[in-house]
């Protein structure tokens, strides 16, 4: 049996952070399962060598299956598992989410690295000195407005991941919690308001402010790749990982300053106050 480690990553589809971790570890040397729903968004990996399996995370026989083939593989171990993948953002106000599509971003982004740890957690064990890397987001730190269902959504891995650390440690596995600033990906896609939203009089806003900005000036998925598999390949990984441009705001914000800078700051970044300022006119004129 090869010594060769090997690292088991949801979420590789091209053009994604899973796919840039996927390629990283590879070039480290690592054994790679790179895992989407669909082989063919994976095609180039395969091509380069890459083991690619089929998987939706979010069904729970697809799931054991994929395990039983990694432990067949490896001879019943793994390394490390990264729980990357992620439901796109799902850009709406509170007001006007779909309860349906807001359960179904719970299944992938919180719900499936709980599942995918309960039945890789004995392979881990196998390992001796197993890890797993949660890629989590700012998102669950910041009050991002229209983003609450995403937002909840990685404030809870966090959590998770925070209570798995301390649970697992007995068992010389390793949680490693990265917090995600702004990274290039393919996840951004537009949408529109909803035409009963209350929000709609601000959509010019919505669409300037929230959905054209937020990959501006963002870090290359390979930059971040690196930064995220060399933290955990050491030998004691920190518990938190902040990766990705425009973090360090958020952490200095989060650390020494509190949520009422970040409602300050983000009515003004997002064009909430703009937005209220325009109700205040508008309701001036009717009286």
Known sequence: MSPQRTVFITGCSHGGIGHA?????HAQGLRVVATARSLDAMQDLTELGLITMALDVTKIDAVRKVRDDVASLTGGKLDILV??????RYTFAVTDMDMQRVRDLFEVNLFAPICMVQEFI???IASGDGRIVQIGSVSGIMP???GASYNASK????????TLRVELAPFRVKVLSVITG????????????????MYLPMEDLFHSKRVNTSQENAMSADKYAKQVVAESLKVSPRACLWAGNKIWPCWII???LGLSVFDWLFGRMFGLTEFSARLEKDKDKRL
């Open 254 to 256: 989060d650390t020494f």
């Open 122 to 124: 004995r392979l881990l």
């Open 155 to 162: 404030a809870g891995l966090h959590a998770f991941s925070n």
């Open 83 to 88: 729980n990357n993948a992620c439901v796109l």
């Open 182 to 197: 702004s990274v290039q990906s393919n996840i951004v896609k537009p949408v529109k308001m909803p035409e009963t939203s």
């Open 144 to 146: 991002t407005p229209f």
């Open 21 to 25: 971790l996927a390629l990283e570890y």
